[in-house]
């Protein structure tokens, strides 16, 4: 069983920082990519940035200057640095990541989510 837990997210002034922390838990031999995503309340969930297992990164264009992933392959753990945060950032924001396994294909999985808000 794999599971990802996101934490760190909350209500803040636009203009504020956030940073989010998702960790992944359970039997698997490693992790390739991980990332994040959001879902505003009556929109698709949308990508937001992804980070290889090598520290290799791609962000949205709504994104790009603002916020920074970053991982700890050791603590199976992966960041999401946001500043400058503005209004339309708010949104229900899921952690997701690929697993490896010995003994079957490589599979993603998605965290349970964490919900920000940004105040005008």
């Known amino acids: 069983q794999v599971q990802l837990v996101e934490s760190g997210g909350g209500l803040v002034q636009a203009g504020g920082s956030l940073r989010l922390s998702c960790v992944a838990s359970g039997s698997f031999f490693s992790i390739n990519d991980m990332g994040w995503y959001r879902q505003a309340p009556g929109k698709q969930r949308e990508f937001v940035a992804r980070?290889?297992?090598?520290?290799?990164?791609n962000y949205a264009d709504s994104v790009k200057g603002r916020f920074t992933i970053s991982r700890d392959n050791a603590k199976n753990t992966v960041f999401l640095q946001m500043n400058s945060l503005k209004p339309e950032d708010t949104a229900n924001y899921y952690c997701?990541?690929?697993?490896?396994?010995?003994?079957?294909?490589?599979?993603?999985?998605w965290g349970q989510g964490t919900q920000v808000t940004v105040s005008s």
């Open positions: 997701n990541a690929e697993f490896r396994f010995l003994s079957s294909f490589p599979r993603g999985y």
């Open positions: 980070i290889t297992s090598g520290g290799l990164t």
